[in-house]
């Protein structure tokens, strides 16, 4: 790790302005991804804004329409929380398949989402369900906030705040796990909103993305047969030592035929 | 079975005694070398080529002694320049025409080229880590890349990594009669054929590699802290051939270590650089691997590309078996690299069978990879591999049940001792009695029921069979040096009653996590009828005992303890004379038995404790005695030791994912007699999940540049809890005829039999003849046809 300099402030307006004056800032959230960057001596930045202490960005609320999950808030708690098992249980579930118990009692949501890991889990939410991202400055619908491998619509110095969740009238999160890391090699959220289906997909390509071919098969025909037939381009897509772009195509499938059949269950 | 065995509160031979060492492991006071600080210490980091090969034209190291902090840095070729010698592999393994094998140029930091990424070439010491990280990237090589040679299948006809070693082999080695297997062949009803690889894999150790050296410019000693497996052997390498300090001047202590595997067998280049640099620098200094360094710089296991034909009558009898196998040595050779495919693999072939004729031949590769050497098993999970793999391929040709098969061909109880065309007399065995257990524990015959309900989930499921063996309990000296060894492989023991009735025992072997401080205690307390808690258990200092060779090949127990109850038995003799000098009577006349030295036909006794308290006080006393009470002993086994044992397999396949699923897993493993159920389960246990590991998920996979793609964590795929099912463990016993324990070894069982049991079930579940190792997803989702 090379030196930096760390500041702890206790307000968004603190934090931006810190961001401002510093040469090469990073925001630390749960750091679960930047602390082990930077043990690693990969990045370097010169000054660590940690966001630990901004009560604004922490909090879970519920209503009748949308789930609200505060940015700082840990996996752990989004999976414990009752309230979120209530309303919109598989945001629960799959918070609670991220990474170990050690990574979910410190690592964030808004973490999560503002890194844009092509293998992370929450991406496949804010997208499956149609999320809104907001930050210090404006809301960022979840279609449009994932742009690239690790590049968010965020600008430098913005802050995710909050993130909203809409709630279905059912919905369901399959995983294939990455064998040695567990991140999402493919992740598939389905989310049936009475009428129109929405499929978020997260592991397969550089970042989360609907998959429009199942959803319009699903919005014909609520069943996991008639995703079979359904062409999943592999193009773009992610191809490593785990999963080439083909298998990872398949897997986009099968995992949303599972995940319709729990959505189906319930 | 598979119930927990409870702690009786017996602690003599056979029972299973909670471990006293995992008290302070698990709550975090191990003491291991990296909780180890001295005043003044530096912090070591190694520069790493990050080339496959390459040159090195120069290295500048002006900016990285001028970050603050930064002592010295040091480079390979002044290690050469002072006169530190290569680091040689200890076993000299010839070729079939008598050759002496080829060994390539080996100094501890690579001088003029190096020769696998990883390699370290310079090493940097400050006042702090964090000045020792920011010196090593501030060292500039100027590297020249050279020509590079990964593949191992290409690796022989590639061109030379190092001049004068054509081929790039280091020997072509042979074993058995080719004459006569050819003939065998010639005649055979049926031959089966195998393609088979075995896997690359990383050790990680759960504590990397680490060393602390410090030298006394007063008195010219060295110390040495350090995470090996055998710090005897280690001292004297470092003494007698590198050469960094002599030997009485030179103490090696391994503290607690975390884990081995074998990859802390093998004297490495950080710690010979580390402890050359102490002297230097006049400082202490430490170094501790980070978990990419382990990655790159441990030594690798495996990594074989085998071919295999099995020869049987019209009966299914085996009549030959020829394999032909090139080994990876990576690209030097490690302190026991030449030996692990050659002399610990081909003598292995015959497995538990009659096979009459077998002939194998190994060639031994370099490749700009990191230096293969044992990792648990050792060459003998290579060995089972090929023969339980074909054994099961020849059973489904043949249309034969698979335990059938190997039931007709294996040696019986009466034939012992067995005497293979490889090379080594079996003592004794019996191996369908570990084949029926096993095939009971899982229930063979519903089998079939639990492969249709699988079916209606739509799994494909398998049963495997490996009935495997091995020679462990290394080695019998003589015959050891014979084949090459530049060591002998005996073991030391010393037991020295103390003046009080308490007992320091002291011994050659190592334990890192196989429980010797509770066996061997259980040991010596049953042999001198001293209370358990009385006995300590002292190991991995060469500054406080003899001169041993260490733990690996499963040896501890079998070569280790036995020396020390060669050192209670002339205890016993001693205290014998001592009790019949103060109970007025001859030597002969006295008996010992739990503790206690009794004259015969009376009343009169002694106890051990005062026996010893009166060699401490010698009032009354045999003139012709010397004082004291403590005894050591030297065991040289006259034989291997042979466990061996049946392992089944049943996996499931999720075809639509190809995810395999370990379902069931039975071991009935004859160990001969048991000490400690407790820890021979847990060592069944681990040698299982590592060799799941190796059939399911791990592979050290370099591109072909040469560069390591598994290189951390979250690509290698270690075996974790819930990958695996609740094993099922028990054992058969046929006691050791050779040593006077009657025990044979547990240490790598689960290693040896589990990939070749996971694999035939997974091809069984597939009906395919082969998948390499490992089974991962998308390999088998494309063998069963890659559908949506």
């Known amino acids: ?266 | 079975m598979s119930e927990a065995l409870e702690d009786t509160g017996e602690t003599g031979i056979g029972a299973p005694v909670r471990r006293r060492e995992d008290l302070r492991f698990i709550t975090g006071n191990g003491n291991y070398t990296d909780d180890l600080n001295q005043p003044g210490q530096l912090y070591a980091v190694f520069c790493r080529s990050p080339y496959p090969r390459a040159r090195i034209d120069g290295i500048d190291c002006d900016d990285a002694l001028a970050v603050p902090g930064v002592v010295a840095v040091y480079t390979g070729q002044q290690m050469v320049d002072d006169g530190i010698g290569d680091l040689p592999c200890g076993w000299m393994v010839k070729s079939k025409d008598g050759a002496d094998m080829l060994s390539s140029p080996h100094p501890p930091m690579a001088a003029t080229v190096a020769n696998y990424v990883g390699e370290p070439y310079a090493l940097v010491v400050a006042e702090s880590l964090q000045a020792a990280k920011q010196g090593a990237e501030s060292v500039y090589a100027d590297f020249t890349e050279l020509h590079v040679v990964v593949d191992l299948a290409t690796a022989t006809a590639s061109d030379e990594i190092y001049e004068g070693i054509p081929n790039n082999l280091a020997y072509t080695w042979a074993l058995g009669d080719e004459d006569a297997t050819r003939m065998a062949f010639a005649k055979a009803a049926h031959v089966t054929t195998m393609d088979l690889t075995n896997n690359r894999l990383i050790p990680n150790a759960i504590e990397p590699r680490a060393c602390l050296g410090m030298f006394e410019s007063a008195t010219g000693d060295y110390t040495l802290y350090t995470t090996s497996q055998n710090p005897g052997l280690e001292r004297l390498v470092l003494s007698a051939f590198v050469q960094v300090a002599p030997e009485h001047k030179l103490r090696i202590v391994a503290p607690d270590v975390g884990g081995g595997f074998g990859s802390k067998i093998f004297i490495y280049a950080e710690e010979t650089a580390v402890i050359w640099a102490a002297a230097k620098a006049n400082r202490p200094i430490k170094w501790v691997a980070e978990r990419s360094e382990s990655f790159l710089a441990d030594a690798h296991g495996r990594d074989h590309i085998t071919h295999a034909e099995l020869a049987m009558d019209e009966m299914g009898r085996f009549t030959g078996l020829k394999v032909q196998t090139t080994a990876n040595l990576g690209a030097y050779l490690s302190t026991f690299g030449s030996s692990v495919p050659t002399y610990l693999y081909g003598t292995l072939l015959a497995g538990q069978y009659k096979t009459p004729n077998i002939y194998v031949e190994v060639q031994g590769a370099y490749t700009n990879t990191a230096p293969v050497d044992a990792y648990r098993g050792a060459g003998r999970p290579e060995a089972t591999y090929v023969v339980e793999r074909i054994v099961e391929q020849a059973a489904r040709e043949l249309g034969k049940d698979p335990a059938d098969l190997r039931r007709m061909n294996m040696i019986q109880p009466e034939e012992f001792p067995y005497e293979t065309p490889v090379a080594l007399v079996y003592d004794t065995g019996n191996y369908e009695a570990s084949l029926d257990k096993a095939l009971d524990i899982i229930d063979y015959a519903g089998f079939e029921a639990r492969r249709a309900a699988a079916a209606e989930q739509g799994k494909r499921r398998g049963i495997g069979f490996a009935c495997y063996i091995e020679a462990c309990g290394l080695a019998p000296s003589k015959l050891a040096i014979e084949l090459g060894a530049g060591v002998g492989l005996y073991e030391s023991g010393e037991i020295r009653v103390n003046p009080t009735g308490s007992v320091s025992v002291f011994t050659g072997s190592h334990s890192h996590g196989q429980g010797h401080e509770t066996t061997f205690a259980q040991v010596v307390s049953d042999k001198l009828g001293i209370n358990y808690d009385d006995i300590d258990i002292i190991h991995g200092d060469t500054g406080r005992m003899d001169f041993g060779l260490g733990t690996y090949g499963s040896r501890s127990l079998a070569v280790g303890g036995s020396a020390l109850v060669a050192a209670a038995d002339k205890l016993i003799e001693k205290g014998k004379k001592i009790a019949a000098h103060m109970m007025q009577a001859t030597p002969e006349q006295v008996t010992f038995e739990d503790g206690q030295f009794t004259l015969q036909d009376s009343n009169q006794s002694m106890s051990i404790q005062e026996v010893a308290f009166a060699s401490y006080v010698p009032a009354d006393y045999p003139e012709d005695l010397e004082p004291g009470f403590a005894e050591k002993a030297f065991y040289d086994p006259n034989n291997f030791t042979y466990p061996a044992g049946t392992h089944i397999a049943e996996v499931e396949v999720d075809i639509e994912t190809g995810v395999v699923s370990l379902e069931d897993f039975v071991a009935v493993d004859d160990f001969g007699h048991i000490i400690n159920p407790l820890i021979v389960h847990g060592q069944v246990h681990g040698g299982v999940a590592q060799g799941a590991g190796q059939a399911i998920m791990e592979h050290g996979i370099y591109d072909e540049y040469g560069q390591l793609q598994t290189g951390s964590m979250m690509d290698y795929t270690m075996p974790r809890a819930d990958d695996l099912p609740d094993f099922k463990v028990d054992t058969t016993v046929t006691p050791c005829t050779h040593n006077p324990l009657g025990v044979k070894g547990c240490g790598e069982a689960g290693a040896i039999g589990s990939p070749a049991a996971i694999m035939n079930a997974i091809t069984h579940a597939l009906g395919i003849k082969d998948i390499s190792m490992p089974a991962t997803p998308e390999k088998v989702w494309r063998a069963i046809g890659g559908n949506s």
């Open chain 1, 1 to 266: 790790m090379y030196q930096f300099n760390y500041h702890k402030p206790a307000s968004l307006d603190e934090a931006v302005a810190l961001f401002r004056e510093a040469d090469d800032p990073m925001y630390l959230s749960g750091g679960m991804t930047l602390l082990a960057t930077m043990k690693q001596r990969l990045a370097a930045p010169t000054d660590l804004i940690d966001l630990a202490g901004i009560a604004e960005m922490t909090g879970v609320q519920v209503n009748a329409d949308a789930v609200r999950v505060g940015a700082f808030t840990t996996h752990n708690v989004v999976a414990g929380s009752a309230e979120i098992q209530q309303a919109l249980p598989v945001l629960s579930q799959l918070a609670g398949l991220i990474g170990d118990n050690q990574v979910r009692n410190r690592g964030t949501i808004g973490g999560s989402v503002a890194n844009s890991d092509p293998s992370a889990d929450y991406p496949a939410a804010v997208v499956g369900l149609g999320g809104t991202v907001h930050t210090q400055q404006r809301s960022i619908s979840g279609d449009e906030f994932f742009q690239d491998l690790f590049e968010t619509a965020l600008q430098p110095g913005e802050i995710i705040t909050h993130i909203d969740f809409p709630i279905p009238k059912r919905a369901a999160y399959r995983k294939f796990p990455n064998p040695a890391s567990r991140y999402a090699v493919v992740g598939v959220l389905i989310a049936d909103f009475g009428g129109s289906v929405r499929v978020g997909v997260t592991g397969a390509g550089p970042c989360a993305f609907r998959a429009s071919g199942i959803e319009e098969v699903l919005n014909e025909h609520l069943d996991p047969s008639a995703i079979n037939g359904v062409e999943v381009p592999d193009a773009g897509f992610n191809n490593d030592l785990h999963a080439s772009a083909e298998y990872r195509a398949h897997l986009v499938k099968v995992m949303a035929r599972r995940a319709l059949s729990d959505l189906l269950k319930t």
